[in-house]
């Protein structure tokens, strides 16, 4: 296993995020492992190969958005073999129930692991997509996509404990919260709920996204 205990944290920035690229991605890896980050989680080749100058695992995840499918973390197996080449040792995609194109994700968790010698972090909604990634031989699940599913909406403001709680009692595998863990508070819920890891992102590398809270809930009327 690759991943210890502690604090993950996702260094993803969009196009249309003035942080967009992999320097600044790269900045925002390194100042992560200055603060006590065990892993990071990225996106896409170049901000993978950018993130590992910090010399912690990494998570890589490849979005690729379609008009067709909702499915577009590491949807096939191209994707996952891009970013492992660009130096992921663990691959995150989507296992959840929905439709996608080509091969099933028990295919692909499978091809990672075989063919790549990758671990997979499978990311999840529910708890029965959870057992079944499980079985599929994933290595590690993770809360990521709950709330961002048709079968999880709507979305809460805080993270989704109770599904974590159930699959750290019953799938077996180590299970990392992630999705809306916005507090140190909220992260100690998670360890305490039974998450082997916690991963965050947004409130620690976009900025844009933080700015917006304190204008939103900090401002007088
Ligand atoms: C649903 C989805 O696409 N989640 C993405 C997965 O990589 C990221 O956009 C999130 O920022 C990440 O999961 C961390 O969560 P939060 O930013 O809430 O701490």
Redesign the pocket.
């Known amino acids: 296993m690759k991943l210890g205990r502690g604090l993950i944290v996702?260094c993803?920035a969009r196009a249309d995020n003035p942080l967009h690229g992999p320097q600044f991605m790269g900045a925002m890896a390194l100042a992560a492992r200055d603060g006590g980050a065990i892993a990071i989680?990225a996106?896409g080749p170049e901000d993978i190969a950018a993130v590992k100058a910090a010399g912690l695992p990494v998570i890589g995840?490849h979005?690729v958005f379609s008009e067709a499918y909702p499915v577009?973390?590491t949807p096939d197996f191209a994707a996952a073999e891009a970013i492992v080449a660009a130096g992921a040792e663990i691959v995150?995609l989507d296992c959840t129930e929905r439709p996608r194109q080509g091969e099933a994700p028990s295919i692909l968790v499978r091809r990672i692991r075989e063919e790549l010698g990758a671990e997979v972090f499978a990311?999840i909604s529910t708890f029965d997509e959870g057992l079944r990634a499980a079985d599929w031989g994933a290595t590690y699940l993770a809360t990521?996509?709950s709330?961002?599913t048709a079968a999880t909406e709507p979305r809460p403001s805080g993270p989704d404990l109770a599904l974590l709680e159930a699959l750290a009692g019953k799938s077996g595998l180590p299970v990392v919260a992630?999705?809306?863990?916005?507090t140190p508070a909220l992260v100690r819920q998670g360890f305490e709920a039974g998450a082997h890891a916690v991963?965050?992102?947004?409130?620690i590398t976009?900025p844009r996204e933080i700015t917006r809270r304190f204008v939103a809930e900090g401002l007088p009327a």
């Open positions: 996702s993803q989680r996106n995840i979005k577009y973390i995150a990311d990521t996509l709330g961002y992630e999705g809306r863990y916005n991963v965050v992102g947004t409130m976009n």
